[in-house]
């Protein structure tokens, strides 16, 4: 289902932990990591597309979350032609999008990567708000940055390090205290996922993370 610009409605999903964090997946069989999304069908309200979507991508029931805020307005990005399948270019140019930022008030066990036959993704971590920023494919980057930028004004206030934003402080202190550099993870991984320690050393070996066409445009 596609507007008259080319665009599929879609939504975006932003996770928070209890520490501000947010949930970050790795598309199944790819390098390429991003937040849960999802096309809206035919009929839904974006609300009722974000539960779904929600629970077909990491196993979570509308009980486990909640809404925090959403985005006021579609936000836009464009698909470059080599992630499109070849019969839809010409007519597919990317995605409009609502965005949501949920609260988890489940637990990390609830999650799970394989509630159905079709899984989107197959590791995740948790990350600090602003660093899918720097690590999204580059032509998604433009609409995490406003969807992060407009839904950060929501984010409970005990999370001090919201302060730097975008500053280099964010960087240094991911590096300091991830797995990466000798710290465990502390929860225990639901079923069917895995922990992937430092998506940055896959991105750094793969220049093009995802490179070739989507299987289906989400």
């Known amino acids: ?38 096309g809206i069908d035919r009929g839904e309200s974006p609300e009722q597309a974000m539960f779904r979507e929600l629970h077909e991508e990491v196993g979570l029931q509308p009980e486990h979350v909640r809404i925090v805020a959403r985005t006021r ?7 470059p032609d080599r992630f499109i399948r070849r019969d839809a270019r010409g007519h597919y140019k990317g995605q409009k999008q609502i965005w949501y930022l949920l609260q988890l008030v489940g637990h990390d066990w609830d999650l799970n990567l394989r509630a159905t036959d079709h899984p989107e993704f197959d590791a995740w971590r948790w990350h600090d708000y602003w660093v899918p920023l720097d690590v999204v494919v580059e032509f998604k980057r433009g609409v995490y940055e406003m969807a992060l930028t407009e ?4 984010l409970p206030r005990q999370d001090f390090r919201n302060r730097f934003l975008r500053s280099n402080v964010r960087a240094r202190e991911f590096d300091r205290h991830s797995p990466a550099a000798g710290h465990e993870p502390n929860f225990e991984l639901p079923p069917g996922a895995s922990f992937d320690p430092n998506p940055n050393d896959q991105l750094a070996n ?6 070739g066409p989507l299987p289906t445009p989400r």
């Open 1 to 38: 289902m596609l507007d008259r610009d080319g665009f599929r409605p879609n939504v975006g999903i932003i996770l928070l932990n209890q520490r501000n964090q947010v949930f970050w997946g790795k598309r199944i069989r790819t390098h390429s990591w991003q937040f849960p999304q999802g």
């Open 73 to 79: 307005d579609w936000l836009r990005y464009e698909v």
């Open 206 to 211: 793969d220049p093009h993370p995802g490179n």
């Open 151 to 154: 839904l950060a004004r929501y």
